[in-house]
């Protein structure tokens, strides 16, 4: 399947869907878009875009196809054009899942702002605390260390996360390096190592009935619809070897 029959795909998905924050990031007027200051600008430079929904507003963030660094997607055995669906493609998953894999993941759709086209992320509150791997909780870290491992994150580094002090929830930023194959590169993944150091790898009978609901499904949930084959081969057959009783360890795609 192509590219752009995978476009089409996601952005059918995204037309159909009952979620309010979805529509809203889809249809609601853009009203500033300006840079966004960050240390660690990743694979691109994004944009903060706001958003006109009714009497209030919308914050995400704009990751446009043609502003992806080719150097450093190509690092990561990533194309410039897939690295944003990638985000997409997570949250489309992540909504498949239901909680608390929803709850951890920002809705993105793909959209076009000014005749260019990329991917829109929903603001995840917050902030990256360098402890908050632990301080979020076991509950939702392990949710994050199951949800790197089984969607391949090359990159959960310790700038990729959002921990919102005054809720005690996380949010994980940044699948753009996501969806790995065996071989792949892998820099970082903070939850999944936390997870093993604790001695907590073996795989819950929530997670596992995730796992079954996946493999199950026929076509992972969509996403032979959304990822290139050897892609969605390699989630399949994480999801399969997991399903046996244990997490990998980091970078085992």
Known sequence: MDINARINNLCAAAAATRSQVERELLRAPV???GPHQTQHPGSSAPLVTILATGETTRTAYFKRFCDQV??????YGQDRVEAPMNEVIAWRLADAMGDPWRRLVPASV???????????INEKPG???ANSAIACGTQEADAAAFWDALIGNQDRNLGNFRYDGSTGHLGLIDHAFSFARPGDLANSSVYLAVRHSAGRADITSAE???????LDSGNLHGLRGYLPADRANALEARAQAMAAGHLPVPGAF
């Open 31 to 33: 009203i500033v878009v």
């Open 70 to 75: 080719p150097a450093l997607c190509g690092h």
């Open 110 to 120: 793909l959209r076009k702002h000014d005749g260019r086209g990329g991917t829109l």
């Open 127 to 129: 902030e990256a605390r």
């Open 208 to 214: 596992h009935g995730a796992l079954r609901l996946l």
